[in-house]
């Protein structure tokens, strides 16, 4: 391992990291600072949680001349909630530096980023939308960026921001250091990404797979209609410090939260189409713990750094073997451990082969839980509740009350009945979940509801639903829908 301090790390930029905790670089770290302090153009690619925004942001830093208040380092990130997320990051690396990181995103009030920008932030953190809008109205000026960033690179590229990366970097001096981040880089993106790079340096942190070996990863064959039972049986057995349910549509974001709440969970949904003030709140309010389970489309798939995270449910298998990487790496961050549990449909067993082989990891097989094993998992979690309790030795307050209790009942029926007491009670409130097709490799375009352009030239060709019905075994549908999986990334 190596210190910061070997990388050729400043000392502001050194206090900073270790008043944030980090003692040792991580791997991508390690390689990238003193590449990209050389000023080479950069192409990174490590696992989800691994560090990677330090890794772009301490090289940004360092070349920042902290007096001249213009905007010298622009960073993109393809959603708001990301560009709000890497902007605190950069601010507490580079606070003794008196380097300031300003974000700017749709839905925020234009008047107000205008004013903010006046204020001379050194680094921009935009998403690509707005930072156009800025670009077109003449009122951001980007013509002294020295260093330009693509956090989740293959994510902008892949669904048609190209053009409007492409327009973004061209209002930057040409002499610019670019440097392009994410966890996966799918040939054809990287490609399209060498193009507007000078001969780059690739990084690609060597791991067997894709994704980091601390998530378990876990699948559940299930039908359709009894995904929410089986969710709410898992959430009462595993009872996640904090969760995330990926869906497919909003729609679903929307009934599967609604059937949560009614079930007596403190969840609340994300997606696109809500106000910008309240996807803020929602995540807010996920990070501090006054929800425990958020429900989301894609749009919470990338880069979102929330502690505390111990369980990741794909309520329907994204499409992607890319947004499935992405998902699921919203646990297991900075060492941590975490679980992800995938819920798919018979049908789409081919798809799930097709997954593990792009990301090269297996799920393991769970069997559904049935009810009782979720009562005897909620029970389970209440003995746990009481037994670190007993470990706390401070129960003398109790045992004058604990004793007349005893002596009228026996010991059984009073524990009985404090279980009884503190375990959630289980509704059985009949919720209703619309059906969508199973992902299918002739499906649809991917939904994603983060500002895709029409103009998307990646698309699948096909009808819905036809690759699904596919009545192949196991391995034919697995082959046919990787098959496909690749024409699509050469279409
Ligand atoms: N050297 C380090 N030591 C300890 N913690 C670190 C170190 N570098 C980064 N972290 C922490 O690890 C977490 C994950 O970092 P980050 O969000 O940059 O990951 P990432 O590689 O960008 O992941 P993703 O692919 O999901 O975007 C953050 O909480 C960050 O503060
Ligand atoms: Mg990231």
Do not use: C, W
């Amino acid at each position: 391992m190596t210190t910061f301090k070997e990388l050729g790390v400043s000392t502001p930029i050194m206090k900073a990291l270790e008043k944030m905790g980090f003692e040792e670089s991580t791997p991508i770290q390690a390689e990238t600072i003193p590449l990209a302090m050389q000023g080479n153009d950069v192409i990174g690619q490590a696992q989800t949680g691994t560090g990677k925004t330090a890794a772009f942001g301490i090289p940004m830093i360092e070349k920042i001349d902290p007096k001249e208040r213009k905007i010298q380092g622009l960073i993109v990130a393809p959603t708001r909630e990301l560009a709000v997320q890497v902007a605190e990051e950069i601010n507490r690396l580079a606070k003794f530096k008196g380097v300031r990181a300003l974000s700017i995103y749709g839905g925020q009030h234009m008047e107000r980023q205008i004013r903010a920008l006046k204020d001379g932030p050194h680094i921009v953190v935009a998403t690509p939308g707005r930072l156009l809008d800025h670009m077109r109205r003449k009122t951001i000026r980007i013509n002294m960026v020295q260093t330009a960033v693509l956090d989740e690179a293959d994510e902008m590229l892949n669904m048609g921001f190209i053009d409007d990366i492409r327009d973004i970097l061209k209002g930057i001096p040409e002499e610019r250091q670019t440097l392009l981040f994410s966890a996966t880089m799918p040939k054809e993106i990287r490609d399209i990404a060498t193009n507007l790079m000078k001969s780059p340096k690739e990084i690609k942190v060597k791991a067997k797979e894709m994704t980091v070996e601390n998530i378990d990863q876990y699948f559940i064959e299930i039908p359709e209609k009894f995904k929410f039972d089986t969710l709410n049986n898992h959430l009462d057995i595993n009872a996640p410090e904090l969760a995330i349910i990926f869906s497919r549509t909003k729609k679903r974001v929307d009934e599967i939260t609604e059937g949560l709440q009614a079930r007596g969970f403190r969840a609340e949904g994300t997606h696109g189409d809500l106000t910008q003030g309240k996807r803020t709140s929602v995540l807010s309010k996920f990070k501090s713990g006054r929800i425990d389970v958020l429900v989301a489309t894609d749009v919470a798939a990338r880069g979102l750094d929330i502690s505390g995270v111990t369980h990741v449910y794909n309520f329907d298998i994204p499409q992607d073997p890319e947004s499935y990487v992405h998902r699921i790496g919203r646990t297991g961050r900075a060492g941590k451990t975490g679980e992800a549990i995938s819920f798919i449909t018979p049908r789409e067993i081919g798809h799930l082969k097709s997954i593990e082989k792009v990301t090269k990891s297996k799920m393991k097989r769970l069997m559904p839980p049935t009810n009782q094993d979720a009562q005897r998992g909620q029970q389970q979690v209440t003995v746990d509740k009481l037994t670190k309790t007993i470990e706390q030795k401070d129960l003398q307050a109790y045992h004058e009350t604990a004793n007349g209790l005893l002596q009228e009942n026996d010991s059984i029926t009073v524990i009985a009945a404090a279980l009884k007491l503190l375990t959630k009670e289980r509704r059985d409130t009949p919720v209703r979940i619309s059906s969508v097709a199973p992902i299918s490799v002739k499906g649809p375009n991917r939904s994603k509801d983060n500002n895709r352009r029409p103009n998307n030239k990646r698309h699948y060709s096909g009808q819905r639903g036809q690759g699904g019905r596919n009545q192949g075994g196991r391995n034919q549908g697995g082959r046919n829908r990787k098959g496909n999986y690749q024409k699509r990334r050469n279409d």
